[in-house]
C-alpha cells in the first residue's frame, strides 16, 4: 500500500510540490486504477439488485471531457422498508483537478446542509479493513402533497488509484502529484462512494440505514478490487 510515502509528503511540502506541476510529464496512457470501471447488475451478492443509474448533466459538465462514470442504484431483494443505496465509481482522467474531487464540494449544490465529515473503520468480508470518509448531511425535501420533511443522509468514499487506497482527498492529490513527478506516469484514480437515507420523516434510523449501507460495501467492494495490484 506504500504507505512509507506518507511521511515523504507532508503537508508542509504542499506548495513546493504545487510548483513542480507546471512541468509534470505527459502521456497519452494512463496507469489504471486497481478497482474496475464498472458496478455490478442484477443480482448482487444475493441480497441486493442492482439498476445502472445516469450521471447528470451537471456532473458531465464539471467534470473533465475524459472522466468514466458508473452509477447504479440498489435496492434489497427480501422484504426491506430500508432506502435504496445509491453506488458510484468515477474514473479520473489525466487532469486531477477537474476530473475527481470530495462530494464536499457538490453535495451543497444538491441541497445538502450541515456536513460532517470523519474518518471510519469498516471490515470487509474478506478481513480486510479499510478507513473510509463518513459525510453525514440534511436535505429538505417536498412531497407530493406539498408537506415540506427533512432528510438525513450518510455517504462512504474512498479514493482507489493504480496501487494505493486512501479515505484523504489532499493525500490522493499528493500521492498523484508524486507518482507524474517521480515515476512519470499519470495515475487513473477512482473516486467509489456508496450513499443512503434516513430520519424520524420515513420512520428509519440511522443505525438500521449505516448498517445496510456498511453490510454492502463489506460484501461487493472485495469482488471489485484487484487486491493483488495493490499489494505491489
Given at each position: 500500500?506504500?504507505?512509507?510515502?506518507?511521511?515523504?509528503?507532508?503537508?508542509?511540502?504542499?506548495?513546493?510540490?504545487?510548483?513542480?506541476?507546471?512541468?509534470?510529464?505527459?502521456?497519452?496512457?494512463?496507469?489504471?486504477?486497481?478497482?474496475?470501471?464498472?458496478?455490478?447488475?442484477?443480482?448482487?451478492?444475493?441480497?441486493?439488485?442492482?439498476?445502472?443509474?445516469?450521471?447528470?448533466?451537471?456532473?458531465?459538465?464539471?467534470?473533465?471531457?475524459?472522466?468514466?462514470?458508473?452509477?447504479?442504484?440498489?435496492?434489497?431483494?427480501?422484504?426491506?422498508?430500508?432506502?435504496?443505496?445509491?453506488?458510484?465509481?468515477?474514473?479520473?482522467?489525466?487532469?486531477?483537478?477537474?476530473?475527481?474531487?470530495?462530494?464536499?464540494?457538490?453535495?451543497?449544490?444538491?441541497?445538502?446542509?450541515?456536513?460532517?465529515?470523519?474518518?471510519?473503520?469498516?471490515?470487509?468480508?474478506?478481513?480486510?479493513?479499510?478507513?473510509?470518509?463518513?459525510?453525514?448531511?440534511?436535505?429538505?425535501?417536498?412531497?407530493?402533497?406539498?408537506?415540506?420533511?427533512t432528510l438525513?443522509?450518510?455517504?462512504?468514499?474512498?479514493?482507489?488509484?493504480h496501487n494505493?487506497?486512501?479515505?484523504?482527498?489532499?493525500?490522493?492529490?499528493?500521492?498523484?502529484?508524486?507518482?507524474?513527478?517521480?515515476?512519470?506516469?499519470?495515475?487513473?484514480?477512482?473516486?467509489?462512494?456508496?450513499?443512503?437515507?434516513?430520519?424520524?420523516?420515513?420512520?428509519?434510523?440511522?443505525?438500521?440505514?449505516?448498517?445496510?449501507?456498511?453490510a454492502y460495501?463489506?460484501?461487493?467492494?472485495?469482488?471489485?478490487?484487484?487486491?493483488?495490484?495493490?499489494?505491489?
Open positions: 500500500m506504500r504507505a512509507w510515502i506518507y511521511g515523504l509528503l507532508p503537508t508542509l511540502l504542499l506548495g513546493a510540490v504545487f510548483s513542480l506541476v507546471g512541468i509534470m510529464p505527459t502521456q497519452d496512457a494512463l496507469v489504471e486504477s486497481a478497482i474496475r470501471p464498472e458496478l455490478p447488475l442484477g443480482i448482487t451478492a444475493g441480497t441486493w439488485r442492482g439498476e445502472r443509474q445516469q450521471e447528470s448533466e451537471a456532473e458531465r459538465t464539471i467534470l473533465a471531457s475524459d472522466t468514466k462514470f458508473c452509477k447504479a442504484l440498489y435496492r434489497s431483494v427480501s422484504i426491506n422498508p430500508l432506502p435504496p443505496l445509491n453506488a458510484s465509481i468515477v474514473y479520473s482522467g489525466s487532469d486531477m483537478n477537474t476530473s475527481i474531487h470530495r462530494p464536499e464540494r457538490c453535495l451543497p449544490t444538491q441541497g445538502h446542509y450541515d456536513l460532517v465529515t470523519e474518518p471510519v473503520q469498516l471490515k470487509l468480508k474478506d478481513g480486510r479493513e479499510l478507513t473510509f470518509s463518513r459525510i453525514l448531511s440534511k436535505s429538505s425535501q417536498k412531497l407530493p402533497n406539498g408537506r415540506e420533511i438525513e443522509h450518510v455517504n462512504y468514499y474512498i479514493f482507489i488509484g494505493t487506497i486512501t479515505h484523504d482527498h489532499l493525500t490522493r492529490t499528493l500521492l498523484d502529484m508524486y507518482d507524474r513527478v517521480v515515476h512519470g506516469y499519470v495515475e487513473r484514480w477512482a473516486y467509489y462512494q456508496v450513499g443512503t437515507y434516513y430520519g424520524e420523516a420515513i420512520r428509519v434510523s440511522r443505525e438500521a440505514s449505516e448498517n445496510n449501507l456498511r460495501i463489506s460484501e461487493t467492494l472485495p469482488d471489485l478490487v484487484d487486491w493483488e495490484q495493490l499489494d505491489k
